[in-house]
């Protein structure tokens, strides 16, 4: 089992930046590729993207290219969203998960955390 639990959402205006934490805790949490994954209201889940097991490689949606970085700590079982120029299209619950796979598709997902509240106004 891995558990996972995100922070640092919140309230921004549009172009200001955040960073979301992913506390990862269990069973060899490093051994998982990362993903980060949105869903805004009315909406289905979204791929952000994702990071390999050491961190060296990353993938990001075309929607977000440029903009996010994620990135790992695997000495703080931590997982990093860094989100600049932010967009009131942005506004969403933010998720990672974890998996033993590379992919963008939710379903290749094992495990999932509670999700965070990013809200960008305009």
């Known amino acids: 089992q891995v558990q996972l639990v995100e922070s640092g959402g919140g309230l921004v205006q549009a172009g200001d930046s955040l960073r979301l934490s992913c506390a990862t805790s269990?069973?060899?949490?490093?051994?998982?590729?990362m993903g980060w994954f949105r869903q805004a209201p009315g909406k289905e889940r979204e791929f952000v993207g994702l990071?390999?097991?050491?961190?060296?490689?990353?993938y990001y949606a075309d929607s977000v290219k440029g903009r996010f970085t994620i990135s790992r700590d695997n000495a703080k079982n931590t997982v990093y969203l860094q989100m600049n120029s932010l967009k009131p299209e942005d506004t969403a619950v933010y998720y990672c998960?974890?998996?033993?796979?590379?992919?963008?598709?939710?379903?290749?997902?094992?495990?999932w955390g509670q999700g965070t509240q990013v809200t960008v106004s305009s």
């Open positions: 990071i390999n097991k050491g961190g060296s490689s990353t």
């Open positions: 269990g069973r060899a949490s490093n051994m998982y590729f």
């Open positions: 998960a974890a998996s033993l796979v590379w992919s963008r598709v939710s379903n290749s997902y094992d495990y």
